[in-house]
């Protein structure tokens, strides 16, 4: 296929100009992206990991995704060879995928061996290999006088947040305080039923396990953040006969609560609501798919927040007086979402109607598509005489230029020259005198500022080329990096976000909107500790998960405590030995995500719920809808119940939440955008980046060195059994 392209690049992309309309069809607005994968690969160093790429423009995908004779419509066998690649490359990932599983205990225990030997020649350190330091002095018996003086200078030990350590740092607490010599008061204070970051390595199984050591137990039982019909709604909801388990664990309890307010939100309404989405018209006898229910959702949350807005909803003093009285404001607002995409589409909404967000913890800048896209320009800059990255970079959508307009410039040997001279002249002044002119300059040539601000939501991708090119010039600044060195960073740095998704880094978050008087939209994961007026919840009924075919971790019962266990045989967790494990596992999970959700309000909690194709499997369904004589049924039982319900009848099935003090109600889905205030100018927003170029601002950029540091296996490795394998595929 490389070959193919490269003898004859010219007649394929005229083949793709010409099909442009079907693939169009096929792809929607991922073409142009997606050809541009393709071309850098086939013009780069073709690396294996991304070989998928070719699949996209395949004979097979273009006939499945626009139903057209593709052999009519891109007649060249450049096509099928793509396929064909894709499919060697799978089959041969299948034969040695065992193979590589019977590596990977050996690998572990060698780079557990190595690392700390590396680390220490090269005078390098993490957190993890700190903690690891600490744990190996305080357990060594040759050590006795360093636990000795730690218990001399600490009468006591006090754990916070303790939920969400690890077995490792329990480990020298246990070792310190409880297991050596004579005994010292230790207090473990943390909430289980707020075990939330697993995927950060938090264990909530080490909690109980040091929770099972203790010899006494106390509870706090009032609630200092929300008012009491809150408090009590929420109580009732977990609290219902019908509810066996409410967290799904039996070692994690519910305990009622009491309030230290009472309401403090004006006009009174029951503060938490189950708000039932009825389905449109044309829809009303089958479930919602999700990308249809999230659309929905995301303008019917925008307009109940227009309506509480508007609706002279007003706070009242911390008693409940009228002495400190206020308006909501949209600072006062959050709405909690799990994912990147679910956050785009709440603040579109709120946009639509004139309602100003921002978004917090819900993405980080690096895994914004503005990465990429200036990526593939740097990477011009760095080696414009590869016409396939030229190509690429002019491709992206940052630059604008589409198929056509490429072909044009191609064949046109004059226009081509001049274009990558003035790409060679950026990559010069980027030598010359670093990053950020050369990046300045080369946007403002290309005309990217002009092209953006023309589009909708252009200033937010114009910020978010801002901050990557910040955190370049601090690695450039940091790393004495020069061109292709901060290239290999950038490529590195957005490997590591798309390996370690989920987890952000507070100095990479997007800011653009005023924080103050903007509605917060927030992930869940990051709302823990926090607390807001009122909240919105949109999308607690989808699930979220990624299925991994590689490492499994789950626990296993080890006389009264809980081990951890990493396996690496290449199975999927559905078909995994240990499968029913690591669904209860994931399950519990997500119901203590899901009661972090609904605690997170101080006066009032709005839940969005419906018949969608996913919801019976969520943690939210799971809740609803136990029957209390047999527990929950099945996932696809209750799926199958929804699916045979009108919304009216929903509504009357859930009418007994009411008696725990949840309302529920149902309204229709927004048909028409309700126009709130005026939208912010778009001048205004970005009239700090426009009218101010980058090379102005070098001097407001921190100067810190940036650390490429290794995967610290170690600490991942330190307190997991292995289940090591016998040979390729085998366990013994």
């Known amino acids: 296929a490389r070959t193919t392209w490269r003898d004859e690049e010219a007649t394929i992309s005229t083949l793709i100009a010409a099909g442009r309309g079907e693939l169009l069809a096929a792809y929607g607005r991922k073409l142009d992206e997606w050809l541009s994968e393709t071309v850098a690969w086939l013009q780069g160093d073709c690396r294996p990991d991304k070989v998928a790429v070719l699949g996209r423009v395949g004979r097979a995908r273009i006939i499945k995704e626009s139903r057209a004779k593709a052999q009519q419509v891109l007649p060249h066998p450049f096509f099928d060879q793509c396929d064909q690649v894709v499919a060697e490359a799978s089959a041969l990932c299948g034969d040695l995928g065992p193979w590589a599983d019977s590596l990977k ?153 009491s309030a230290a307010h009472g309401c403090r939100l004006w006009p ?76 785009e589409l709440a603040q579109t909404a709120l946009r639509r109607v004139g309602v100003a967000s921002v978004r917090h913890g819900t993405a980080n800048v690096l895994k914004e598509p503005e990465a990429d896209e200036l990526l593939h320009l740097l990477r011009a800059l760095v080696d414009p005489t590869q016409r396939g990255l030229v190509r690429a970079a002019l491709a992206t959508r940052l630059v604008g230029r589409d198929a056509t307009a490429l072909d044009e410039l191609v064949m046109e040997d004059a226009r081509w020259e001049r274009e990558v001279s003035r790409i060679r002249e950026w990559g010069a002044l980027w030598a010359e005198k670093g ?53 290999t960073w950038l490529e590195d740095r957005i490997a590591e976000m798309v390996e370690a998704e989920g987890e952000e880094s507070e100095e990479r978050q997007l800011r653009l909107e005023t924080d103050q008087d903007a509605v917060q939209i927030v992930t869940i994961h990051s709302a ?73 309000a101080r006066h009032r909690c709005t839940v969005y719920w419906g018949v969608f194709k996913p919801s019976a499997t969520s943690a939210l369904g799971w809740l609803l809808h136990q029957t209390g004589e047999g527990g929950l049924a099945p996932g696809k039982q209750v799926q199958d119940e929804l699916a045979n319900v009108s919304d009216d009848q929903l509504v009357q099935k859930l009418r007994d939440l009411e008696l725990s003090g949840v309302r529920v109600s149902i309204d ?65």
């Not at 690998?107 to 957190?127: A, C, D, G, K």
């Not at 999230?294 to 007086?321: Q, W």
């Not at 939208?679 to 102005?696: H, N």
Request: proline residues 7%; glycine residues 6%; aromatic residues 6%.
């Open 105 to 257: 205990p050996a690998f572990l225990r060698t780079m557990l061996e190595r690392v700390p030997i590396w680390r220490t020649r090269t005078n390098q350190q993490t957190y993890a290999q700190l903690l690891l330091d600490l744990k190996q002095a305080v357990t060594d018996d040759a050590r006795d006088a360093l636990r000795a003086a730690v218990r001399r200078r600490y009468d006591a030990a006090l754990i916070d947040e303790f939920q969400d350590t690890d077995p490792v740092q329990w480990a020298i607490f246990e070792w310190v305080f409880v297991d050596a010599g004579e005994p010292c008061p230790v207090y473990l204070i943390g909430d289980p039923k707020q075990a939330i970051y697993h995927f950060r390595g938090a264990d909530v199984f080490t909690y109980r396990n040091a929770r099972s050591k203790a010899h006494d137990e106390r509870t706090l039982i009032t609630n200092h953040r929300s008012d009491e019909a809150l408090v009590e709604a929420v109580n009732g909801l977990f609290l219902r006969a019908a509810v066996q388990a409410p967290f799904r664990d039996a070692g994690i309890a519910f305990h009622r609560v």
């Open 668 to 732: 229709s889905a927004p048909t028409e955008v309700v126009q709130a205030a005026p939208p912010p100018s778009e001048a205004v927003v970005c009239a700090t980046f426009s009218d101010r170029g980058l090379d102005e601002r070098p001097a407001r950029f921190p100067r810190q060195r940036v650390k490429l540091d290794v995967w610290d296996i170690e600490h991942r490795g330190e307190h997991a059994r292995e289940r090591r394998l016998a040979g390729p595929g085998r366990a013994d």
């Open 435 to 487: 990053l950020v002119p050369a990046v300045e300059r080369s946007l403002r040539e290309l005309d990217v500022y002009k092209t953006a601000l023309a589009e909708p939501g252009g200033e937010r991708r114009l910020t978010n080329v801002a901050h990557v090119v910040e955190l370049l010039h601090e690695a450039e600044l940091g790393g004495e990096l020069g061109p292709a060195g901060l290239v």
């Open 528 to 600: 823990k500790g926090l607390q807001y007026p009122v909240v919105y919840c949109p999308f607690l009924w989808a699930s979220v998960g990624r299925t991994s075919v590689n490492n499994v971790r789950y626990h296993a019962p080890l006389g009264d405590r809980h081990e951890t266990v990493l396996d690496y045989t290449r199975l999927k967790p559905d078909a995994h030995p240990a499968a029913a494990q690591l669904r209860a596992e994931k399950d519990a999970e997500e119901m203590r995500l899901l009661y972090v959700a609904l605690t997170r």
């Open 268 to 343: 009174e309404a029951p503060p938490l609501e189950l708000r039932v989405l009825r389905r449109p018209e044309a829809a009303a006898t089958e479930p919602l798919t999700p990308e249809t229910a999230r659309g929905l959702l995301a303008e019917r949350v925008a307009a109940d927040i227009v309506s509480l807005l508007s609706g002279g909803a007003t706070l009242l003093g911390e008693t409940g007086g009228v002495e400190a009285q206020r308006p909501v404001r949209p600072g006062d607002v959050a709405v909690l979402v799990r994912t990147n995409a679910q956050a």
